[in-house]
């Protein structure tokens, strides 16, 4: 474990509400990621993994405490230099891909390119690159109606990963598909990981989706109730 | 990438022809309106200069009668005396600054030549009159001084008066009986055309004063002395001298009014033109409200537009969009709708300046000042309007912008 820290929650709480209402959707939460991990998030609903994942995906910022991305104090900057982060550093997959309807799959995965003002031409050939690296070469000109689930899942990893990303955030990305096409998605992910070393946080519900990462966060009441790393399992 | 941003909106206008159409509909009738009021009017502005010039520039117009007052008192003075000859010779010996200096008595009288007979305005007057009205001889002569002098029984005809009697023949040296008169046509009229009221002014017969006094008015007075300013000299400095001369022949004290009224075709000229243009800017002013009425659709479709892409904004900032690029984004998409209405409302507005111009038989008079400013317009519409439903778009908060569904 020698990778440098990519992401440090230093009792992070972040509430909703005021007086009586007020809720902690998490509650003092220490947590560290390395570079390169895989990391699998889980825990009931209202356990406060979803919280996690919005501000690990710097959407959203702490109540209090700190959240350092990249050494950064991301907690603490405006929204327009959390995009920037974003559009420089995070790749988001969705449970429902949330492609841009009636575009094409070479045109969504070029969308965050448009806004760090890459050219045309280079825009073109990086969103090829990555639908080839997800396996989607010949359906670059379908809009995502005429996809299957699968296919528009890897899509929308193209789209986050064409920017070549440090983190890629994933929030539920096997929910709406079948058992095979989830073990599709699983193993493209873990490959990403493993080839580009690219940092994978995984929201999910499922024990052997999260079985696919190297290492699995247990959220609940807004504390961190686990912490296991496969090896450790195995062992 | 403001390329990609107007390509984007387009894709977005045509994914809601109907809706985009409808929305475009307020600036499209805003612009063409505006666009018509406006051409249509500098139209009428230079049908009303042009009438005026057929008038005769620079025209200073005498009449009998007292000048029409706001109800001033009658008095004791008397009933309205005629011009008579001796004011004219008196304005040609002591008047300095007028180019020509002509009588003129009118009246409608039926013309008879062989079978058949028409009803025309019949002027007599002298050979400086062609001068003075800045009228031109298709062919023949004018009449000499000494054929004015003795009123022979000459005279010179319109175009109308033409088509009637000779259809394309030439009628010189013809002879027209005129009430009970005959004379011998020597030249034809220059083509006038209509005036401003419908008035057909080449539906004339001019024929020497005295003839016409004699054989058609059986009186000796002048109905009009026409006096046409030459170059150097303005209507309005003229005016006051014509009046001079005329108190001093008429023997009207200064103190009296005048018994005549002297009207500078200058002025109505201007007065005209000044109503129209007035009323051209009014018109062109409501027509403008109906540009503002659009400029509110514009807004409210792009609220209807930002809500419904919400989990579009969503995403677009997830993956790194800058409020500023959202903002952009529907700015240009709410410009490029109005731009479009504008374009499309310009078209409209110059056909039907173009039709109605030709159904009035006004000139064609598109002006490239108000199209630019009516395309400058409409997209400052687009963007003032859309300005804040862009805001609302760019200030969505990413996460609530997923979750919507």
């Known amino acids: 474990m020698s990778a ?24 003092g939460v220490d947590l560290a990621i390395r570079r390169g991990e895989f990391v699998a998030i889980m825990g009931p609903s209202g356990s406060g993994k979803s919280t996690a994942m919005n501000i690990i995906g710097c959407l959203d910022t702490p109540t209090a405490g700190t959240y350092s991305f990249m050494g950064v104090d991301a907690g603490r900057l405006d929204r327009n230099r959390r995009a920037l982060l974003r559009n420089l550093y995070v790749g988001f997959v969705f449970q429902g891909y949330n492609l841009l309807p009636r575009t094409t799959a070479a045109e969504n995965v070029e969308l965050p390119l448009i806004y760090r003002g ?4 280079e825009r073109r050939d990086l969103a090829m690159q990555a639908l080839a690296a997800v396996g989607l070469v010949g359906r670059e000109h379908h809009t995502p109606a005429e996809l299957s689930g699968g296919q528009q899942q890897r899509v929308a990893i193209a789209r986050a990963i064409v920017t070549r990303p440090t983190l890629l955030v994933a929030d539920e990305p096997t929910g709406n598909l079948d058992t095979a ?5 699983m193993e493209l992910l873990t490959r990403l990981n493993a080839e580009l070393g690219l940092s994978i946080v995984m929201v999910t519900h499922e024990a052997d989706v999260a079985d696919y990462a190297g290492r699995t966060i247990r959220f609940l009441d807004g504390h961190v109730a686990s912490d296991t790393l496969k090896t450790e399992e195995a062992a | 990438m403001i390329w990609e941003t107007v390509r984007l909106s387009l894709r977005s206008i045509r994914r809601n022809v109907l809706r985009s159409f409808l929305t475009l509909l307020g600036i499209v009738i ?23 010039s057929k008038l005769g520039s620079n025209l200073l117009v005498v009449r009998a009668g007292r000048p029409a007052g706001p109800g001033g008192p009658g008095g004791l003075d008397q009933a309205a005396r005629p011009l008579a000859e001796k004011d004219v010779t008196a304005l040609v010996a002591h008047l300095s600054g007028a180019r020509a200096i002509s009588p003129a008595s009118q009246k409608q009288v039926r013309v008879i030549f062989g079978t058949e007979s028409l009803t025309s305005g019949v002027t007599g007057t002298d050979s400086a009159y062609l001068d003075a009205r800045d009228w031109k001889l298709v062919s023949g002569r004018p009449f000499s001084d000494s054929e004015t002098r003795a009123g022979t029984g000459v005279c010179l005809i319109g175009e109308t008066v033409r088509q009637q009697f000779f ?10 009986r005129v009430n009970r008169t005959s004379c011998k046509i020597i030249g034809l009229l220059e083509p006038k055309g209509y005036t401003g009221f419908g008035q057909d002014q080449d539906n004339v017969v001019l024929m020497p004063l005295h003839a016409y006094q004699r054989r058609v008015a059986g009186n000796r007075d002048i109905d009009n002395i026409y006096i046409a300013a030459d170059d150097r000299t303005p209507t309005s400095e003229l005016q006051p001298r014509v009046e001079d001369i005329l108190r001093d022949t008429r023997r009207i004290t200064p103190d009296r009014d005048p018994d005549f009224a002297i009207r500078d075709m200058t002025q109505i000229a201007d007065a005209m033109t000044s109503a129209t243009t007035t009323m051209t800017g009014m018109l062109g002013a409501v027509a403008g409200v109906s540009l503002l009425v659009g400029g509110i659709g514009i807004m409210n479709i792009m609220l209807v537009s930002v809500t419904e892409r919400t989990r579009e904004i969503g995403i677009r900032l997830a993956i790194g969009a800058h409020e500023k690029h959202i903002l952009i984004q529907f700015l240009v998409e709410a410009t490029v709708l109005s731009l479009l209405g504008g374009i499309i409302g310009i078209l409209i507005g110059l056909s039907l300046a173009g039709l109605t111009s030709m159904a009035l038989t006004i000139p064609f008079a598109p002006s490239p000042a108000v199209i630019l400013l009516a395309v400058g317009f409409s997209a400052l519409i687009g963007m003032v309007f859309g300005f804040f439903p862009a805001l609302r778009g760019a200030r969505l908060d990413p996460i609530d912008a997923l979750r919507h569904e």
Do not use: C, N, Q
């Open chain 1, 4 to 27: 440098p820290l990519l992401i440090t929650f230093d009792k992070v709480w972040k509430s909703y509400g005021e007086g009586e209402a007020r809720v902690h959707a998490l509650a």
């Open chain 1, 181 to 185: 096409r989830t073990h599709e998605i």
């Open chain 2, 167 to 176: 259809g394309a023949g030439d009628p010189e040296g013809e002879i027209i």
């Open chain 2, 30 to 52: 805003g612009v063409a309106a505006v666009i018509a009021m406006l051409t249509i009017g500098s139209g009428t502005t230079e049908k009303v200069k042009a009438d005026i």
């Open chain 1, 118 to 121: 890459v050219a045309a031409r």
